[in-house]
């Protein structure tokens, strides 16, 4: 089945040191999403890549860094996590823009901030 | 003004029940809009998607879309227990390409 799959599921690391979570598709989707979850929060959009063009939110901080190699693969790196950033971290894909955009999400990975 | 706004709930219902979500935004220009069903500790699942005014059904899903009063809802038929969850509204804006989403609005189906 064609999906989005992302590991580790559960990430630990400690404080201040940098930690690399990864994203993959089989969708074959051009638009690929990363966003932060914490608890009874809205998904906080990240960043995003259409195609190999990105795309960062004025908001989200110098620490989160992104790279995307090819089509399939999509990946977030936090160089110095702080205890503030322990959340849920979710990649979604999208196969289009405009009037349809649907999103379809990983399973996330659970990042603790020790 | 938050752009996404639901109802935090929890919104309890009985088993068998009709459970009714509501969503308002704020961007006119919005187009596309979605309902994601969340459990506990997963991800964002896509249930229903609609795009113009009108009602739109997917076997005990119903949503409504009212674009003049900037409102969107979620009807679930016949209310399952499995059906305890969190339902986010995601809207995209004037660009199109991003989903902005309330923060949800918890779901109990009690037996």
């Known amino acids: 089945d064609a999906m989005v799959i992302q590991n580790p599921r559960y990430q630990v690391t400690q404080f201040g040191k940098p930690v690399t979570l990864s994203c993959s598709q089989t969708?074959?989707?051009?638009?690929m999403y990363w966003y932060q979850q914490k608890s009874s929060q809205a998904p906080k959009l990240l960043f995003h890549?259409?195609?190999?063009?990105?795309?960062n939110e004025a908001d989200t901080p110098d620490n989160f860094q992104s790279r995307r190699p090819n089509t399939s693969f999509c990946f977030l790196d936090i160089r110095s996590p702080g205890l503030g950033d322990a959340a849920m971290y979710l990649c979604?894909?999208?196969?289009?823009?405009?009037?349809?955009?649907?999103?379809?999400f990983g399973p996330g990975t659970r990042l603790t901030v020790l | 003004q938050k752009e996404v706004e639901q109802n935090s709930g929890p919104l309890s219902v009985p088993e068998g029940a009709i459970a009714s979500l509501n969503c308002t935004y704020s961007?006119?220009?919005?187009?596309?809009f979605f309902w994601y069903r969340q459990y506990s500790g997963k991800s964002p699942e896509l249930i229903m998607s609609?795009?113009?005014?009108g009602d739109k059904e997917d076997g005990r899903f119903t949503a409504q879309l009212n674009k003049a009063s900037q409102y969107v809802s979620l009807l679930i038929r016949d209310s399952q227990p499995s059906d305890s969850a969190t339902y986010l509204c995601?809207?995209?804006?004037?660009?199109?390409?991003?989903?902005?989403f309330g923060t949800g609005t918890r779901l109990a189906v009690r037996p």
């Open positions: 979604a894909t999208s196969g289009a823009s405009g009037a349809l955009g649907e999103q379809f």
């Open positions: 969708l074959n989707h051009n638009v």
């Open positions: 890549y259409y195609d190999k063009d990105f795309n």
């Open positions: 961007d006119r220009v919005s187009q596309s």
């Open positions: 609609i795009y113009s005014n």
């Open positions: 995601a809207v995209t804006g004037s660009s199109g390409d991003k989903l902005t």
